[in-house]
T-cell receptor, first 113, second 112 residues
């Protein structure tokens, strides 16, 4: 299995809602990542998990809360988001952190009303 | 601060017309330079990793090269299905500013 899967594909939420994005990989990769991508812009790194521990948090607001339940799963919990948080949220994984190419999932298109 | 720039911003080629995309970077302690292809509305697709100056990688019509300041993605005899945004990214040494950053990308259109 050489895929990174993400659910849901689309999500619409109000500013008071709590929701979660899910990501899964079965390639035995030891690093997993969350990115945010706005239209016509490159992906921006949000979080890095290395061997199931949070190793990088790129000054992301606390309304985004990552979680890595095990080596195959990565969640992003969302609470009290703002309309400007609407974007494509991408999950990726790599064999090793920092030095291996990353494999991306298809993304979750998030709209905050 | 680590920076990655790409040129041109957009490129239109006729099918079969070879060309090169440029990625220039300034980073402390380069640990890797990565090329990706991204189709609209999809996640980036990993193409190559380059680790040191002088290194080259090839895959079908694509060839990536690396110097101490820039990388080139050469596209030989492109086909319409090569149309996409091509992104480069650099990984610097942890503790030296941003760890992993993408360039803005080059939008490639190959016309039949």
């Amino acid at each position: 299995d050489t895929e990174v899967t993400q659910t849901p594909k689309h999500l619409v939420m109000g500013m008071t809602n709590k929701k979660s994005l899910k990501c899964e990989q079965h390639m035995g990769h030891r690093a997993m990542y969350w990115y945010k991508q706005k239209a016509k812009k490159p992906p921006e790194l949000m979080f890095v998990y290395s061997y199931e521990k949070l190793s990088i948090n790129e000054s992301v607001p606390s309304r985004f809360s990552p979680e890595c339940p095990n080596s195959s799963l990565l969640n992003l919990h969302l609470h009290a988001l703002q309309p400007e948080d609407s974007a494509l949220y991408l999950c990726a994984s790599s064999q090793e952190p920092h030095t291996s190419g990353q494999f991306f999932g298809p993304g979750t298109r998030l709209t905050v009303l | 601060e680590d920076q990655v720039t790409q040129s041109p911003e957009a490129l239109r080629l006729q099918e079969g017309e070879s060309s090169s995309l440029n990625c220039s970077y300034t980073v402390s302690g380069l640990r890797g330079l990565f090329w990706y292809r991204q189709d609209p509305g999809k996640g980036p697709e990993f193409l190559f990793t380059l680790y040191s100056a002088g290194e080259e990688k090839e895959k079908e019509r694509l060839k990536a090269t690396l110097t101490k300041k820039e990388s080139f993605l050469h596209i030989t005899a492109p086909k319409p299905e090569d149309s996409a945004t091509y992104l480069c990214a650099v990984q610097g040494a942890p503790g030296y500013g941003q760890n992993f950053v993408f360039g803005p990308g080059t939008r490639l259109s190959v016309l039949p």
